[in-house]
């Protein structure tokens, strides 16, 4: 099931990351994300210069390595924005600064307010940018980390967990069957719904799990049951069938987007 945890995605840009010995700095998407930047770029050997020598680190090592890992992906470090004035007289205004008074007995609610207000009055930025020297391709909350039981099932175009990728394509380099592939994923387990293509209306719809479909699918291989008749049950067999065939598309779609990871990897950027 989903992990709710992860459901929303806060914006980091005000929450800063320190090493020690080095200055506080930000980043802009999760540390996950990083992370499976790493996996595949290791996995496919072709990446920037600038990751070092990526066969010689795990992720943690790499990370915090004072060239690789989060220094290539940090933003720069910026002072406060906000400074107190002590003598107003010798302060020197620079382009795009304000000076304001600010009544501290007035109530924090109305001083928001009007602080919002100036803000967009002086067209203060909206949003800041990322200036990493490394940037992912999609904004955080547009990149799937995590999914959803059986989102898979009957919808397209929807964002495909980012580990899932890379596992289809190191299993398909061992020489793993689709089938077996699909399996040792769990790709078969889902809803399978089956509609009437005359009246459009829904003829069956049931769980199925990924035992189910893997035990049919041996079951009827070759040339021992040209039926493909295994279970009792109205319909299940059928059910079988549908959630093979999605799982199959499925292996066949991560493992298409895997190498387009790659070639993006190349280019400097993920997923």
């Not at 709710?4 to 999760?30: C, E, Y």
């Not at 107003?88 to 007995?105: F, G, P, S």
């Not at 049931?206 to 039926?227: C, F, H, Q, R, S």
Request: hydrophobic fraction near 35%; glycine fraction near 4%; include cysteine.
């Amino acid at each position: 099931m989903a992990n709710r945890k992860h459901d929303q995605w806060i914006d980091k840009k005000l929450f800063v990351v320190t090493f020690k010995g080095r200055k506080p700095r930000a980043l802009f998407w999760r540390k996950d994300v990083y992370k499976e930047w790493f996996e595949y770029a290791k996995l496919h050997g072709k990446y920037p210069k600038q990751f070092g020598n990526l066969s010689k680190f795990n992720f943690a090592d790499w990370w915090k390595h004072p060239k690789h890992g989060f220094e290539l992906f940090c933003e720069p470090y910026v002072e406060d924005c906000i400074t107190p004035v002590t003598n107003a007289k010798t302060y020197k205004q620079e382009e795009r600064h304000l000076l304001y008074d600010v009544d501290l007995d007035t109530d924090i609610d109305k001083l928001v307010f009007k602080f919002q207000n100036m803000l967009i009055k002086h067209n203060a930025k909206a949003y800041t940018k990322s200036r990493s020297a490394f940037q992912p391709s999609k904004p955080m909350k547009n990149i799937k980390l995590y999914d959803a039981e059986y989102e898979h099932n009957e919808k397209k175009g929807l964002p495909i967990r980012l580990s899932n990728p890379r596992k289809v394509y190191k299993l398909t380099q061992q020489g793993i069957t689709q089938t077996e592939i699909a399996y040792k994923l769990g790709f078969y387990a889902g809803i399978a719904t089956h509609k009437d293509p005359v009246t459009n209306s829904v003829v069956f719809s049931m769980p199925i799990t990924n035992e189910d479909v893997y035990e049919w699918k041996l079951a009827t291989a070759g040339k021992g049951n040209t039926t493909k008749q295994v279970y009792t049950e109205t319909h299940k067999d059928h059910a079988c069938d549908i959630r093979y065939k999605s799982a199959i598309r499925r292996v066949a779609r991560d493992l298409k987007q895997c190498k387009a990871i790659f070639k993006n990897i190349e280019k400097g950027t993920f997923p």
